[in-house]
């Protein structure tokens, strides 16, 4: 079988997402077919250096909707095309709809801020385009059961297409050791960490605001990655009068060495975050997880069980479990323990890539028998 995989991203660090493509390139090679990825550019060296490792081709999406005609009888070589990232009616998603005979398969990441700026008109527009597409479509997967279940009500005539299919991270390389229950008289000397694309719906202001108001005046909050937001938060930490207490890192690849340095780990998004793979970095990490109660990330972190669980936008209640992690040393080794076993239980990077791989072979029509013999790793460049 040939396989496409279209990427609505740009692979330009060496992290769990990065990490998830290359798995599902190397399963499905071990299990005999050809594999192209299509992504955005910048891509990370080490990410193309891997693929080609694995005799995986990578091209850019922008290739494929360069000419709308050439880019569809592309797609339409492959058996299936899983489509990640892509809105439903992007013109990329529009393109792989008319490749036929091509299965299409929709990876829906979406996390939503529950507006919807159109009007009924155009909302039952969208509706209707969706409902024919979806005549076209093979199956679509939901990286939560939350997300899942909004496909379900969307399209509720093709539930039984739709299932649910967690993000996965590689448990060794988040294998870290537990963390530190400091003495008496450093243990208030905790180091927080947030990780992401620093965007208004990501939260990070409400940690900021969170750690201002925190009883603990010794905590280190560590913020990894950057965006649009990163000059309002410095200047948000200066004028709380705690941007002495506030490392910012920029983009980074070693998210890993940042976990096994940190105490407490938290997620503030305030939008309907769709997973949430931070936080199963964090968990696989054996770190205790602090996150806001939205969308999908109740079923990653359930409360004084792998995490602590607190209300979107609420400053007061992050400072307040932060103290309450702070007073607590054995409640976060506890709370962190929990959090590597539900990693391992569900967000197994190779099984998420197996079960992705699956997918797309039930969707070819594909009915295994054994094991079939592997191609090898002979390069491979789309057409």
């Known amino acids: 079988m040939r396989l496409a995989f279209v990427i609505n991203l740009a692979p ?12 599902v390139c190397a399963t499905a090679r071990e299990r005999g077919h050809w594999v192209d990825v299509y992504g955005r550019n910048p891509a990370h060296p080490v990410f193309l250096k891997r693929l080609s490792s694995l005799g995986a081709g990578w091209a850019t999406a922008d290739s494929l909707l360069a000419s709308t005609y050439r880019g569809i009888r592309r797609l339409a070589s492959y058996q299936a095309i899983h489509l990640d990232l892509f809105p439903p009616h992007s013109r990329m998603a529009l393109m792989a709809l008319a490749a036929v005979p091509a299965k299409v398969l929709f990876v829906d990441h979406a996390s939503s801020t529950g507006a919807r700026p159109e009007g ?38 093709e539930a039984s297409r739709v299932r649910t299919l967690y993000g996965g991270v590689d448990l060794e390389r988040f294998l870290s050791p537990p963390p530190r229950l400091n003495g008496d ?16 719906e990501k939260g990070v202001e409400f940690l900021v605001r969170g750690v201002a108001l925190a009883k603990n005046r010794e905590l280190q909050l560590v913020i990894c990655g950057d965006g649009p937001e990163m000059g309002n938060l410095q200047a948000l930490a200066a004028r ?9 890192t920029g983009l980074r690849d070693d998210v890993p060495e940042f976990l096994e340095d940190c105490d407490v780990f938290v997620h503030p998004a305030i939008w309907q975050e769709a997973f949430g793979l931070a936080i199963a970095e964090a968990m696989a990490s054996a770190r205790p997880v602090i996150a806001t109660r939205v969308g999908g990330v109740p079923e990653l972190v359930e409360h004084r069980q792998t995490g602590l669980l607190v209300e979107p936008q609420n400053a007061q209640q992050i400072a307040d479990a932060l103290d309450l992690l702070s007073d607590h040393p054995e409640l976060r080794r506890a709370l962190g323990a929990g959090g590597r076993v539900r990693a391992t239980e569900r967000f197994n990077l190779t099984s998420c890539a197996l079960a992705h791989v699956t997918w797309c072979e039930e969707a070819a029509g594909i009915r295994r028998r054994g094991r079939l013999p592997s191609m090898g790793h002979a390069a491979h460049r789309p057409a």
């Open 120 to 157: 009924r008109i155009a909302s039952a527009m969208r509706r209707a385009l969706g409902s024919a597409a979806m005549l076209r479509v093979a199956g679509i997967a939901g990286v939560s059961n939350y997300v899942a279940e909004r496909n379900r009500r969307r399209f509720p005539h």
């Open 12 to 23: 330009r660090m060496v992290g769990s997402f990065e990490d998830w493509i290359a798995a």
């Open 185 to 200: 008289a450093d243990r208030r000397a905790l180091r927080v960490l947030t990780v992401g694309h620093l965007l208004p």
């Open 240 to 248: 709380l009068g705690i941007r002495d207490r506030v490392e910012f």
